[in-house]
């Protein structure tokens, strides 16, 4: 038999109906298979005539079978995965640990999940999950595994002790904005699909009327600065002295629409985004934008995952959540109070 015509673990687990992760804890007698599942792996591999390629096997047990991470992220091409992806797998690199990244987008995000589960079940010590939509989140719970599961724990929502970053981002903009005199504002939220968008606009509108502001949610973006644009020409500029922009994408696009209309930004309608992009500082005004360390943030959900692992005490998340307002002109005027 040739290394082209010979079984391999794909074809045990397509007969015995498994994962491919799941042969290989079966023939490698690793645990957490039911009985069942492997006398039905073993039977597969009996009809197939499978056999186990030593010298592989003999190279794969030469590494360290616990440094292996999954590694589960949605919408990588965003400001804020991309920022918190790059940081969490640089800090398990430098902890030791090889990763397997997989991305999971399209119309069907839950079956993407379960895909990615599938191909990284057995084969990893961990699974770090960064999911932006509610599906996703909703998938990764709906399949618990074997082995620790970080998902986006105080990159979102925190606990009553400790907010996540999410929440700061939102106190952080209702303070600013209210220091500044604003009391009626409009908040145009990310994607309705959107956690990060979710979490923003309830703490903003919570820490807001706290703070005795009146403010209301106009129509959603999709984070992108042609969709700012378009908002532009659906706000009543005499409504409210101030508007909370879910990202500075949006934000820039809003700029450019309003500037359209000869609405003057600050002076007749202050702006406000998040993310604190670099374009932030070229627009006209320069944008005010919240500033949270996304790099921090992927230290911190690498961190939690290894102390899960590993056994260990857990990071303190207030060394990691850094959240400001970087102050600029597009929120510079002092107003009266309404």
């Known amino acids: ?78 400001v804020g995965p991309s ?29 993407s999940v379960e895909q990615a589960l599938r191909q990284l079940d057995g084969l990893t010590v961990g699974i770090l999950a960064l999911a932006q939509t509610q599906e996703a989140r909703e998938a990764l719970l709906a399949n618990p595994l074997a082995v620790p599961v970080y998902i986006e724990r105080f990159l979102d929502r925190g606990s009553s002790d400790q907010p996540g970053a999410e929440e700061l981002i939102g106190r952080v903009a209702a303070e600013h ?38 403010i209301e949610i106009g129509r959603s973006g999709d984070w992108t600065s042609a969709s700012g644009y378009d908002l532009a020409a659906t706000i009543d500029a005499d409504a409210y002295s101030a508007v909370f922009v879910a990202n500075d994408a949006m934000a820039i696009g809003l700029l450019h629409g309003l500037r359209r209309r000869s609405i003057d930004v600050p002076a007749r309608l202050a702006i406000l985004g998040v993310d ?50 970087e102050a600029r002109a597009s929120t510079a005027l002092q107003i009266a109070a309404q």
Do not use: C, W
């Open 1 to 78: 038999m040739t290394e082209s015509t010979r079984p391999t673990i794909y074809d045990v687990g397509r007969k015995a109906h498994v994962s491919h992760g799941t042969v290989s804890r079966v023939i490698n007698d690793r645990p957490n298979v039911a009985p069942a599942t492997r006398a039905l792996v073993r039977e597969a591999m009996k009809d197939l005539g499978f056999t186990r390629n030593d010298s592989a096997f003999r190279l794969r047990s030469a590494e360290d079978p616990g440094n292996r991470i999954g590694v589960i992220v949605e919408q990588l091409n965003e």
């Open 83 to 111: 920022g918190n992806m790059v940081a969490a797998l640089a800090e398990l690199q430098a902890a030791g640990y090889r990763f397997d990244l997989v991305a999971v987008n399209g119309k069907d995000v839950a079956r």
């Open 177 to 214: 904005l209210e220091q500044r005199g604003h009391r009626r504002v409009l908040h145009l939220p990310g994607p309705t699909s959107a956690l990060s968008a979710q979490y923003r606009q309830g703490a903003f509108v919570a820490r807001g009327r706290e703070l005795g502001m009146i």
């Open 276 to 325: 604190d992009v670099p374009e932030a500082q070229h627009t006209d005004p320069q944008l005010s934008s919240v500033r949270h360390d996304l790099a921090a943030e992927g230290r911190l959900a690498a961190r939690m995952l290894i102390s899960a692992i590993r056994k260990t005490p857990e990071p303190d998340p207030t060394q990691y959540l850094h959240v400001r307002v």
